[in-house]
């Protein structure tokens, strides 16, 4: 593991300086975002939930402003759930079911947010039961992609 952590943070390093050198290049805020929520993960790993904790904050924070900046591309406000996922996950592993949950419904409102926004879109309607899915909302979960399939 001692590697990975090694490879990892060298990556987030590059990244970092990457998204600092080139602010205009949102790729690169999002790839940075990635890279925390990866180096989060395997910190978590090794017990170090501190600095995991950070981590993955570090990616949620890289993500809201990254969405923020750019409303109208789905992508980013789809990847920003995606770090409250990965948060929530953290969060449950390290026994923190209080905010596990409540991360884990921040997750479903921006994919219920998304799904709305963008009622033509049938990735977002899945995506919203996927979401529900992963809370364990079996109920509304069922009902979902045959809306998508529908749209």
């Not at 993955?56 to 409303?71: I, P, S």
């Not at 949950?101 to 309607?125: G, K, V």
Request: glycine share 4%.
């Amino acid at each position: 593991m001692p590697e990975a952590l090694i490879a990892c943070r060298k990556a987030l390093e590059i990244r970092k300086k990457l998204s600092d050198e080139n602010p205009d290049v949102h790729r690169y805020q999002s790839h940075l975002a990635s890279s925390y929520i990866y180096l989060g993960k395997l910190l978590s790993k090794t017990e170090e939930t501190t600095e995991a904790l950070a981590s993955h904050q570090k990616a949620v924070e890289t993500m809201e402003e990254l969405a923020r900046r750019n409303l109208g591309i789905l992508d980013y406000q789809s990847k920003l759930a995606w770090s409250y996922i990965s948060l929530a996950g953290f969060h449950q592993e390290t026994g923190k079911m209080d905010e596990a949950l409540a991360t884990l419904q921040e997750f479903i409102e921006r994919r219920e947010t998304l799904a709305n926004q963008h009622p033509d879109n049938p990735s977002c309607r899945a995506n919203l039961a996927g979401a529900h899915f992963s809370a364990g909302l079996w109920q509304e979960a069922l009902g979902m992609p045959a809306e998508a399939i529908a749209a």
